[in-house]
């Protein structure tokens, strides 16, 4: 609890019992007993009052502490001072009980975010320096030791770990890292003293990009927030215009026909709705539940950029994936080397190598590793990367060329095709074909049951796009088990394809991308919700999505929108409750049949009971996943 907090909470039981006391002594004297309420009352609202005062003169007028004052100033008025001292004091209760529980969600988020470097150690004169992380440059070697978090994304230049990444991630499992692998910020070194050669500066590392997308996810407010807001800016000044016809127009009306007036009975009535009105429970508990959506989300390593793209995937009921390195590891491995007579494998592998030298495709890695020598990059030139096809280069002074089947047909070079199912490089010298080499991709170990479970969370249909030949996207396609596979396109061919997708989807239904790659940022930024795999994700895709999944993993798509679904439940569930008490409470409370006292509780009752609604949103068991990695 705060130093604020402990503050009102010293308040409320100082009020409670001065005003049990002042209830308990017999005193006939009006005047006198208004004198002792009066203590018990402004210990508990003075600041009420002083908000409602500073409202009024900056015309903020109609807002709860508005209400709050006008009721409990009236009752008081009237002579109602334990009505008006009770409702005060149960609504500053309310308000301490807010105040914990969205402290207490922010709390939970803060700890499961807490991955900001303090510090990165840089070794100076032979010994460890403690340095700002924002100070240090790309391709500076930092020492990260045991139980300390890796500062800034990098690669390991010497020594092996086990990273701790579960605040990035949600995944409990350690990762190994050792020389040559890439490390992202965040993680929790575990064991060994790793020696990194920093990648990115701090400012674009992937803690430092996490850390924003949490911190600005407020901004971007879902329809249901927006409704409240806009409900509560004229729903109040219509209550209070409510009260005031209440309060004057039954006694004028008694008055012109001879009856008694009652004027305070019908301003007791008036005040008791301007406290059942108090939209409290809707304006605090709505943006505490998608708080709390998105908190529950970041555990399980899925950050959410808005409420409002956590409201949109509710109604996901398209998933359009990329497939290498979302469906697929992007992991490639030389599976066949078939050069054409006179040509030996070495000198088929060794041409294709050289020519993808530049590219960073994984295909291109691929290549590189299976060749396995140093490439001397002076017997090269006039290379030139043609998007979607493949690689041209002058090697050793012959024009060679590697890529796909489009490439050969480009430089009007026949190929032959091979028997078993994989992506095709086929290499030609001096516009002759020289053979080709199959690689084959590797499916991540539960996306078939990640494809499963998004269709058993509603998802309608489960595209796959893909640049690879169709021979290759239809087997990977039936072994995961996707409704329909696009293949052989280009970059701009994703973007038409998902175009076509949206025009034929329904107007309510939202439809997701899932991508990781550069080329997937125009059909992220496309789609109605782009979701990006992170941890391994290119930069330009993690800003164009409105979703990054940080642990690459496929079955967390099915996840947020089993979150997301469980967050929009719970709004509409508070909602509909609160809205269904206040509007009966305020017709039973103007014919007279509730007093002060159920006033109280259509207001703060209702709105500990929403809290409390809301503050479920934080947690979400995802059984399925949790049996994965027991088994993992």
Same mark, same amino acid.
């Given at each position: 609890?705060?130093?604020?907090?402990?503050?009102?909470?010293i308040?409320i039981i100082?009020s409670?019992?001065l005003?049990?006391?002042?209830?308990l002594?017999?005193?006939?004297?009006?005047y006198i007993r208004?004198g002792?309420f009066?203590?018990?009352?402004l210990i508990?609202?003075?600041?009420i009052?002083?908000?409602a005062f500073?409202?009024?003169?900056h015309?903020?007028?109609?807002?709860e502490?508005?209400l709050m004052a006008v009721a409990?100033?009236?009752?008081?008025?009237?002579?109602e001072?334990?009505?008006?001292?009770?409702?005060m004091l149960f609504?500053?209760?309310g308000?301490?009980?807010q105040?914990y529980?969205?402290?207490?969600s922010?709390r939970n988020?803060t700890a499961l975010m807490?991955?900001r470097?303090?510090y990165a150690n840089i070794e100076q004169?032979?010994?460890?320096?403690?340095?700002d992380p924002?100070?240090?440059?790309?391709g500076t070697?930092i020492?990260v030791?045991?139980?300390?978090?890796?500062p800034?994304?990098?690669?390991?230049?010497?020594?092996s770990?086990?990273?701790n990444?579960?605040?990035l991630?949600g995944?409990s499992?350690?990762r190994?890292?050792g020389?040559?692998?890439?490390?992202?910020s965040?993680?929790v070194n575990?064991?060994g003293v790793l020696?990194?050669?920093?990648?990115?500066?701090f400012?674009e590392?992937?803690?430092s990009?996490?850390?924003?997308?949490?911190?600005?996810s407020?901004?971007?407010?879902?329809?249901?927030e927006?409704f409240i807001?806009?409900?509560?800016?004229?729903y109040?000044?219509?209550?209070?215009?409510?009260?005031?016809?209440?309060a004057?127009?039954?006694p004028a009306?008694?008055?012109?026909?001879g009856?008694?007036?009652?004027?305070s009975?019908?301003i007791i009535r008036?005040?008791?709705?301007?406290?059942i009105?108090c939209?409290?429970?809707?304006?605090?508990?709505?943006?505490?539940?998608?708080?709390?959506?998105?908190?529950g989300a970041s555990?399980?390593?899925?950050l959410?950029k808005?409420?409002?793209?956590l409201?949109?995937?509710s109604?996901?009921?398209y998933?359009?994936c990329d497939k290498?390195?979302t469906?697929t590891?992007g992991v490639f491995?030389?599976a066949?080397v078939e050069p054409?007579?006179g040509?030996?494998k070495?000198?088929?592998l060794?041409?294709a190598?050289?020519?993808e030298n530049y590219s960073?495709?994984?295909?291109?890695?691929s290549?590189?590793?299976a060749y396995?020598?140093?490439?001397?990059?002076?017997?090269?030139?006039?290379v030139?990367?043609?998007?979607?096809?493949?690689?041209?280069a002058v090697?050793d002074g012959r024009?060679?060329a590697a890529g796909?089947g489009?490439?050969?047909?480009q430089?009007?070079?026949a190929c032959?095709?091979?028997?078993k199912?994989g992506?095709q490089?086929h290499v030609?010298?001096?516009?002759?074909?020289a053979g080709?080499i199959?690689i084959?991709?590797?499916?991540?170990?539960?996306?078939?049951e990640a494809?499963?479970?998004?269709?058993?969370?509603g998802?309608k249909q489960v595209?796959m796009?893909t640049?690879d030949?169709?021979?290759v996207?239809?087997?990977?396609?039936?072994e995961?088990g996707v409704?329909m596979?696009r293949?052989?396109?280009l970059?701009?061919d994703?973007?038409?394809e998902v175009?076509?997708?949206?025009?034929?989807k329904g107007?309510?239904e939202?439809?997701?991308f899932v991508?990781?790659g550069i080329?997937?940022?125009p059909?992220?930024?496309r789609?109605?919700?782009?979701?990006?795999?992170?941890a391994?994700?290119a930069d330009?895709?993690i800003e164009?999505a !409105?979703?990054v999944? /940080?642990d690459d993993d496929?079955?967390k798509? =099915?996840? *947020?929108?089993?979150?997301?679904? #469980?967050t929009l439940r719970?709004?509409?569930?508070?909602i509909?409750?609160a809205?269904a008490?206040k509007?009966?409470c305020l017709?039973?409370g103007?014919?007279?049949?509730?007093?002060?006292?159920?006033?109280?509780?259509? !207001?703060v009752?209702? /709105?500990?009971?929403?809290?409390?609604n809301? =503050?479920? *949103?934080?947690?979400?068991?995802d #059984?399925k996943?949790?049996?994965?990695?027991?088994?993992?």
């Amino acid at each position: 609890m705060t130093r604020k907090q402990k503050k009102v909470l010293i308040r409320i039981i100082l009020s409670a019992v001065l005003t049990g006391v002042c209830c308990l002594i017999p005193v006939e004297h009006s005047y006198i007993r208004l004198g002792m309420f009066m203590i018990p009352y402004l210990i508990i609202g003075y600041d009420i009052l002083k908000k409602a005062f500073l409202g009024i003169i900056h015309g903020e007028v109609f807002d709860e502490n508005f209400l709050m004052a006008v009721a409990t100033v009236g009752a008081i008025a009237l002579g109602e001072y334990v009505e008006g001292t009770a409702v005060m004091l149960f609504y500053q209760i309310g308000e301490l009980f807010q105040s914990y529980a969205v402290g207490k969600s922010r709390r939970n988020i803060t700890a499961l975010m807490d991955i900001r470097p303090d510090y990165a150690n840089i070794e100076q004169d032979g010994e460890l320096v403690q340095v700002d992380p924002d100070e240090v440059a790309v391709g500076t070697v930092i020492i990260v030791q045991p139980g300390e978090k890796v500062p800034i994304d990098g690669v390991v230049i010497s020594g092996s770990s086990s990273l701790n990444t579960s605040a990035l991630t949600g995944e409990s499992l350690p990762r190994e890292a050792g020389e040559g692998d890439e490390v992202i910020s965040g993680c929790v070194n575990m064991s060994g003293v790793l020696r990194i050669r920093t990648s990115k500066v701090f400012g674009e590392s992937t803690v430092s990009r996490i850390l924003d997308l949490v911190e600005n996810s407020s901004m971007k407010k879902s329809r249901s927030e927006n409704f409240i807001t806009r409900f509560a800016r004229y729903y109040t000044p219509a209550v209070c215009i409510g009260a005031l016809a209440l309060a004057v127009l039954p006694p004028a009306v008694n008055m012109a026909t001879g009856n008694p007036a009652e004027w305070s009975q019908w301003i007791i009535r008036a005040l008791t709705t301007l406290v059942i009105s108090c939209p409290c429970a809707l304006v605090i508990s709505i943006p505490l539940s998608f708080f709390g959506g998105i908190g529950g989300a970041s555990a399980k390593g899925i950050l959410v950029k808005g409420s409002n793209y956590l409201e949109a995937l509710s109604r996901t009921t398209y998933v359009v994936c990329d497939k290498t390195g979302t469906l697929t590891k992007g992991v490639f491995e030389v599976a066949e080397v078939e050069p054409v007579e006179g040509i030996s494998k070495e000198e088929l592998l060794e041409t294709a190598a050289y020519v993808e030298n530049y590219s960073n495709h994984p295909i291109s890695k691929s290549l590189k590793d299976a060749y396995g020598k140093t490439i001397d990059s002076t017997r090269l030139s006039d290379v030139q990367e043609i998007s979607g096809h493949g690689v041209t280069a002058v090697l050793d002074g012959r024009r060679a060329a590697a890529g796909n089947g489009k490439l050969m047909e480009q430089l009007q070079i026949a190929c032959r095709k091979p028997e078993k199912t994989g992506t095709q490089v086929h290499v030609a010298v001096d516009g002759k074909y020289a053979g080709y080499i199959l690689i084959s991709d590797v499916v991540k170990p539960g996306a078939k049951e990640a494809v499963a479970e998004m269709k058993a969370a509603g998802v309608k249909q489960v595209v796959m796009l893909t640049g690879d030949a169709r021979n290759v996207a239809e087997a990977v396609a039936e072994e995961l088990g996707v409704d329909m596979v696009r293949s052989e396109l280009l970059p701009a061919d994703k973007v038409s394809e998902v175009e076509t997708l949206l025009d034929a989807k329904g107007s309510k239904e939202k439809l997701a991308f899932v991508g990781d790659g550069i080329n997937d940022a125009p059909v992220l930024s496309r789609a109605d919700l782009g979701i990006a795999m992170g941890a391994l994700g290119a930069d330009a895709a993690i800003e164009a999505a !409105d979703i990054v999944l /940080m642990d690459d993993d496929p079955a967390k798509i =099915a996840t *947020a929108i089993g979150i997301s679904r #469980k967050t929009l439940r719970i709004v509409h569930q508070n909602i509909v409750f609160a809205l269904a008490v206040k509007f009966a409470c305020l017709a039973l409370g103007a014919v007279g049949t509730l007093n002060m006292w159920w006033a109280i509780f259509a !207001d703060v009752g209702v /709105m500990i009971i929403a809290v409390l609604n809301a =503050a479920r *949103a934080l947690r979400y068991q995802d #059984k399925k996943m949790d049996q994965r990695h027991k088994a993992a």
